[in-house]
């Protein structure tokens, strides 16, 4: 049995309601902080090795210590709620289960950060989601522990839930800012980072749902603690959202030592892929990160096993490993058809485009085209190359990382599958009504 930080309480039943969270040890990391130097704060996160659970893996205390602090100008930390990535659902199960500990998490975090107003950006469409933290925020603040002088410490601090609009784009974080001012979602060039000029421009954190929620156990065990537990860099536990074709869909804690094999086959974890089908691929970061095939996700490219943290799902670079990203893990059998994998994130990325940047609007409305063509039964041998090339000219080209993400998929795919993909221009009859798997195995 892994290691559980986040959801060791998530079993008990009324543990979304303040009452029930604090007889199970809720806010005692809080009391503990709060009695704490905020500088004390800052230096338990850099200790545990935290790194932000919302794709990109960036040291958490690394990104507060960047946060300016000029005299008179407030400073906000803003929780990113907008889960949109697709694979990706391990923050709602968070904020729908526990959402005191993201509460607590906050007022410890924007305690060390100096903010007294904070933010929660959550996606348009957890609808039923904003009431549950909206009413935790009122519980918390008839317990003492939000609004004025909190527990007699003289801090402030007022959270607001703000809902998304249905954009992916805006969980990119400077996105996120521009909707939160009330603007169309559109990325913003970084630098400057939203650390030194942030919501309207005030120094800003923006951290994800998951990453703040961590902050409280950490408080609890100390920061040393927390590094002992996973590997390495890969330190403290992760939760990994796990779907596709599995016998046990769900959001799994893992503490990042388990191999990609026994998370995929043990009871504990997935419980295998149902009808005893073979594995063909997983995608385990989330959409934007790469395919992987089934030999290259069990073993490493130096024949050892492959586990399931940031540097060893990383093992090779691009050409061979992925990322360990959100945490979406997406199973894929041999009945699946990788063209048609690739062409369904193609459609997603060229939809959710906001179109500033050129390579990525007219990329990915591109490479959708293509792979739907190809995909029917219609393509062309060149066209696989063409697909390929156009990939590479988004990637790297672009304001924010959603560019990549539209790319990556598409080179890992025609990277590992390019007979998948060579298939469907050979076989265009088979192709109108079969798929690759199910023709070939
Ligand atoms: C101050 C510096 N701050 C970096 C901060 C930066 C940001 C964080 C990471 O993309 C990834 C993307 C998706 N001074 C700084 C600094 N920072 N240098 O550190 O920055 P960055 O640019 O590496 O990444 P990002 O823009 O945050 C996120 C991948 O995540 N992804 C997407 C998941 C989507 C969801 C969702 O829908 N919720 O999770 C999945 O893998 O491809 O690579 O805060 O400001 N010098
Ligand atoms: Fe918009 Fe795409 Fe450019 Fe990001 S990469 S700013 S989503 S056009």
Redo the contacts with the bound molecule.
């Keep these: 049995m892994g290691k559980k930080l986040l959801l060791k309480n998530a079993h008990i039943e009324g543990i979304r309601y303040f009452e029930t969270y604090r007889k199970h040890g809720g806010y005692e990391a809080a009391e503990k902080a709060l009695k704490m130097k905020p500088e004390e704060i800052l230096e338990e996160v850099k200790t545990s090795g935290l790194r ?1 659970r ?3 893996g ?1 040291p958490t205390g690394m ?1 507060w210590s ?1 946060l300016a602090k000029p005299e008179g100008v407030p400073r906000h930390l803003v929780v ?1 709620a ?4 697709p694979g ?1 659902f391990k ?1 709602r199960y968070l904020m729908e289960f526990l959402p005191h500990l993201l509460i607590e998490g906050m007022l410890i975090s924007s305690y060390t950060l100096g903010s007294n107003t904070s933010y929660i950006y959550i996606r348009g469409e957890y609808s039923w989601i904003p009431d549950i933290l909206e009413e935790a925020i009122e519980e918390a603040k008839a317990a003492g522990f939000l609004g004025k002088n909190i527990l007699g410490t003289g801090y402030d601090l007022e959270i607001y839930v703000q809902r998304g609009g249905g954009a ?1 784009i805006c ?3 400077t996105a996120l800012l521009e909707s939160l001012e009330g603007r169309r979602g559109n990325p913003r060039l ?2 400057p ?4 000029k942030g919501l309207w421009e005030r120094p800003t954190v ?3 749902v998951e990453s703040i929620a961590a902050v409280v156990p950490i408080i609890e065990i100390g920061g040393a603690e927390y590094a002992k537990i996973g590997v390495g860099r890969s330190t403290g536990t992760k939760l990994i959202s796990a779907c596709g074709n599995i016998n046990k869909p769900g959001v799994y804690e893992i503490d990042m030592t388990i191999t990609v094999e026994e998370f995929i086959y043990s009871d504990e974890y997935c419980g295998g892929i149902p009808n005893g089908k073979k594995l063909k691929a997983c995608i385990p ?2 959409s ?2 790469p395919i992987v095939p089934a030999n290259l996700l069990l073993k490493t490219i130096n024949g050892e096993p492959r586990y399931m943290n940031y540097e060893s799902l990383a093992d090779g670079g691009f050409a061979t490993g992925t ?1 360990m ?2 945490g ?1 893990f997406i199973v894929l059998d041999e009945d699946q058809c990788v063209v048609n994998h690739t062409m369904t994130l193609a459609r997603f990325y060229n939809h959710e485009s906001c179109g500033q940047c050129t390579p990525c609007r007219e990329g990915t409305g591109w490479m959708y085209k293509i792979l739907k063509k190809i995909e029917k039964g219609e393509g062309k041998m060149e066209d696989i190359d063409l697909l390929w090339d156009i990939q590479r000219k988004i990637e790297g080209n672009t304001i ?2 959603l560019g ?2 539209a790319a990556w998929p598409v080179a890992a795919a025609i990277r590992h599958f390019r007979d998948e993909f060579e298939w469907h221009v050979n076989n265009p009859e088979l192709s109108q009504t079969q798929n690759y798997g199910i023709a070939n195995y």
């Design positions: 932000g919302g794709g990109a960036f990104k960047f990113n907008d889960e949109s990535e990706t923050d992916y969980g990119e974080e970084k630098p980072f939203p650390a030194v923006v951290n994800n970061g989330g934007s990160v990322m990203g959100s979406g924010c990382p990549d993400a």
